[in-house]
């Protein structure tokens, strides 16, 4: 299984970009990489997955590096309610790794 | 409708007890999983079911028992737990287990504690 190495917390200020990198250095080529986040005491919520091109969907972006070896997840407009616990995964049974606590600050 | 329900949203048993939990989805998906959680600590896979058939076992200790009675539902029974079994117990479903179609749907858990 392909591991991820995130840091384990960031913050961020309301209203700027939230950018989350995850190192997935041992990828294989048909692995994918998903972000879920964790809401305090909720179930992990899917953000959004790529295999090899940058991708953008109504919550966030996902640009994967040329040799796939890492990815950012992009909050462009960070708000208080996107305080959660962020997963970078690269396995298809979701191999949770520890995750980078995000914090937005007022 | 992208819901994942799980029954009921807080469980406290004794080490005798046999108690089950539920999850419920209507989106047709055919592969089912549960995930056990400790505070502070990733989730963690158990079991995985795939169209009704248990596909994945973690190595999960025989006093978890999971069930899949028919697509829509998946059951995990459960009998003379242990303290430390005491977790957020998370259920999720996906389309299938494979590529793109693996993006998994979670419902909010059943926190669970054994006295």
């Known amino acids: 299984d392909a591991k991820t190495t995130q840091p384990p917390s960031m913050d961020c200020a309301e209203g700027r970009a939230a950018n989350l990198p995850c190192n997935h250095s041992?990828?294989?080529?048909?692995?994918?990489v998903y972000w879920y986040r964790q809401i305090h005491s909720q179930g992990p919520q899917y953000i959004i997955h790529?295999?090899?091109n940058n991708e953008t969907n109504e919550m966030a972006s996902l640009i994967i590096t040329e040799d796939r070896k890492s990815s950012t997840l992009i909050l462009p407009h960070a708000t208080l309610r996107d305080t959660a616990v962020y997963y970078c995964?690269?396995?298809?049974?979701?191999?949770f790794g520890t995750g980078t606590r995000l914090t937005i600050i007022p | 409708d992208t819901e994942v329900t799980q029954t009921p949203k807080h469980l406290v048993m004794g080490m005798t007890n046999k108690k089950s939990l539920k999850c419920e989805q209507h989106?047709?998906?055919?592969?089912m999983y549960w995930y056990k959680q400790k505070a502070k600590k990733p989730p963690e896979l158990m079991f995985v079911?795939?169209?009704?058939?248990?596909?994945i076992n973690e190595s999960v200790p025989s006093r978890f028992s999971p069930e899949c009675p028919n697509s829509s539902l998946l059951n995990l029974h459960l009998h003379a737990l242990q303290p430390e079994d005491s977790a957020l117990y998370l259920c999720?479903?996906?389309?299938?287990?494979?590529?793109?179609?693996?993006?998994?749907?979670f419902g909010a858990g059943t926190r669970l504690s054994v006295l």
């Open positions: 999720a479903s996906s389309l299938t287990t494979g590529g793109t179609k693996n993006i998994q749907y």
């Open positions: 041992t990828i294989s080529g048909n692995e994918y």
């Open positions: 790529g295999l090899k």
């Open positions: 995964i690269v396995h298809e049974k979701l191999t």
């Open positions: 989106m047709g998906h055919r592969a």
């Open positions: 079911y795939s169209y009704e058939k248990l596909s």
